[in-house]
Nanobody
Framework: VQLVESGGGLVQPRGSLRLSCAAS????????MSWYRQAPGKEREMVAR????????NYADSVKDRFTISRDNAKNTVYLQMNSLKPDDTAVYYC?????????WGQGTQVTVSS
């Protein structure tokens, strides 16, 4: 199983970024995928989740109406579109999937929101 995130970087407040997670080693289209984040000194938290077919999505209250999760099962990729970014969104963002009760994580991508 491999999850490779990309798209992080430094962005100004109110800016946008699009994260990608390329997955391999499992039947991507059969599994719910999630994005988590972890800020310095804080616990890792779920940001967004999308069902295998893409029809069901859940978001943390802190990102609702600003972030959008999507997936392309033909490309084995899940995305996180982040708009209206705030300094509190600064964190390492991780791609996540549970396979046979085992959590799998990518290496993470740093997002820094600062002027």
């Amino acid at each position: 199983v491999q999850l490779v995130e990309s798209g992080g970087g430094l962005v100004q407040p109110r800016g946008s970024l699009r994260l990608s997670c390329a997955a391999s080693g499992f039947s991507f289209s059969a599994y719910t995928m999630s994005w988590y984040r972890q800020a310095p000194g804080k616990e890792r938290e779920m940001v967004a989740r999308i069902s295998s077919g893409g029809d069901l999505r859940n978001y943390a209250d802190s990102v609702k109406d600003r972030f959008t999760i999507s997936r392309d099962n033909a490309k084995n990729t899940v995305y996180l579109q982040m708009n209206s970014l705030k300094p509190d969104d600064t964190a390492v963002y991780y791609c996540h999937v549970v396979l046979r009760y085992i959590a799998n994580w990518g290496q993470g991508t740093q997002v820094t929101v600062s002027s």
